[in-house]
DNA sequence: GTGAAAGCGCTAACAC
DNA sequence: GTGTTAGCGCTTTCAC
């Protein structure tokens, strides 16, 4: 129950003033080498850390930066974050993760939260839809991840979405097979490129069933989302000819998709071929092992936090940078 | 750039003291009827939020808990993180996650800057040792899940792994294998609870053998890691009668085995059956679907965050309160 | 029922 | 090179 040590105490201790401490600490103004000894030694042997809140209040900003991201169970997004949050840990920010579950409620909590917090940054990952950053009573600097900032001074950085389908699509189409995109019902930048880029590749072979949309409120992994992909599988089955060429818009979709075909007694590639998107942990954990849409992780995470560093230390917004990421195919067994 | 609205602003323009503002924005204190309605008018207008900095400095408390957790990428990790993350969403707390990638170096650092941080609590999921809360210099109340504490105060949380290892090696001795167990090296609690476990239902048929270390420096998932686990396996194969029967201690691993004894093409449960820890995502996704044993993430998130609570609310430790959680057998498709 | 004032722990201007 | 002082935004005695 001991009351933390501050720097009063410290000072007290070491003969000098918390003004000096604090210059000590800090290593910023003038101080005699000798004081410095002096007062390093008190600190470490009252072991004295810093409060942070006192120092965040008098210098107006936090160390502490915030992600708000859609789904930490999904594996491509905690891989994602997991990456980010090790960026700003080097960088000495601590990070408060947040997970919306896609829930535009929740997500307006979490960032008033944040706000209230004085968070110095925000990285805001995918999700439903735009974000809108008015939300924000001050003018914290936002870096997108998959989802267009409707502010124009926000950062976005993305993976060259229609690029991915693109490559997919092409793919399927080389394969022969009529290829047919599933999709979680929803709008979202990334949806939005990954559609297009189908549909362009598609062009006259693109019909009504081309496009199919999964319910939302059924959780990825779950048994409801697994019992729909049968019954759309199934569906598909009577109208196309096999092969089928399946455009999955997230590798934990492709994963469910494949666990469905299974219980459908279709074989992967040969019934069914199929491409994921992301590259995530869970695309060498599926049998056949997915081929699928490869994201760059590490970039993302580093064009992330380098820029909101950035925008952070130059007190400014950031900049409308605009960072799009290539991507490429990993093929392994299922096309 | 606007500059956040503060108390005294609210103040001003409601023509009352920041006392009174402060009254009614937490409800406590008198104040008349007229003067709240007067003053929340206000607040609502010019979206005043609390500077949680200043109010945590204050009242010396920061309705902040840090979580350390060993590995995000692990899906029985994340599930659990997200379960927690959202207890104390719901009862007005915020979260900062520490994945400490089982580094104790990395830990005691983000231990030290949770701290500074002023978090009213702590918990601490399992991990490679014992957690001493000792590097903490104030007496911040702790809960451990999964790895004991060596200081007495600390509440911990556990499923009853020991029962769990008992199940899952009593289950490959009726499926009539020679059991042997794959662990990641390292020592914690629930790793000793494990082999215990093993150890006492296999009695005299206890080998040299029967245990076998994998290196720790090979990340899960990596194909460092299944080329070991391929060397591992082939070797045992030499030594003994198919089928083999592994108790993997945790799915992840279970799941690299299986892709590894793909590449060896043993075939699942006809030479190798196999059974996991944790029902992790991930189980539903092997192929075949991961046989395993059930921890219920649920129940230990709710644990976790009510002891952390209460002894949060009444400023005490965690009474050293142990609470053990069963444990169960899920049969899915390798064993 | 309300206001004035002190102080949480820190840093930065200003003095000397 | 160092100390004094003020103040970040909030809550809470203590007056009245």
């Known amino acids: 129950m001991t009351k933390k040590i501050s720097i009063k105490d410290i000072a007290a201790i070491s003969g000098v003033s918390p003004a000096t401490v604090s210059r000590v600490i800090n290593n910023n103004g003038r101080f005699s080498e000798q004081t410095r000894q002096k007062v390093t030694k008190v600190i470490e042997k009252y072991n004295y850390q810093t409060n942070t809140l006192a120092k965040g209040l008098r210098m107006q900003k936090s160390n502490t930066i915030g992600i708000i991201v859609p789904d930490l169970a999904n594996t491509f997004f905690s891989a994602l974050v997991e990456k980010i949050e090790n960026q700003f840990f080097s960088k000495n920010y601590s990070t408060i993760i947040c997970d919306s579950k896609r829930n535009i409620t929740k997500e307006i909590a979490y960032i008033q939260m944040l706000e209230a917090k004085s968070v110095d940054g925000l990285i805001v990952i995918s999700g439903q839809k735009m974000f809108d950053s008015s939300t924000l009573n001050r003018a914290v600097p936002v870096v997108c991840i998959d989802r267009k900032p409707s502010n124009k001074t926000d950062a976005f950085i993305s993976s060259n979405h229609y690029q991915g389908a693109v490559i997919a699509t092409q793919a399927l189409l080389e394969a ?47 048994n409801e989302r697994r019992l729909e992909l049968r019954t759309q599988l199934r ?76 925008a952070m230390q130059n007190n400014r917004q950031t900049a409308a940078n605009n960072t799009i990421i290539n991507v490429h195919l990993v093929k392994r067994g299922t096309v």
Chains 1, 2 share one sequence.
């Open 235 to 310: 569906n598909l089955m009577g109208k196309q000819t096999l092969p089928l060429g399946i455009f999955a818009y997230s590798d934990t979709l492709a994963a469910d998709l494949i666990t469905a075909a299974r219980d459908l007694n279709l074989s992967i590639p040969g019934d069914l071929k199929i491409i994921g998107f992301d590259d995530a942990p869970i695309a060498k954990y599926c049998y056949p092992e997915l081929t699928t849409i490869h994201q760059d992780t590490s970039k993302i995470a580093l064009a992330a936090s380098q820029q909101l560093i950035d």
């Open 176 to 222: 022969k097979t009529q290829p047919v995109l599933f999709k979680v019902h929803g709008q979202s930048s990334s949806i939005n490129d990954r559609i297009q880029g189908f549909k362009d590749t598609l062009q006259q072979n693109l019909t009504t069933d081309s496009i199919i949309d999964i319910s939302a409120t059924n959780q990825a992994g779950s």
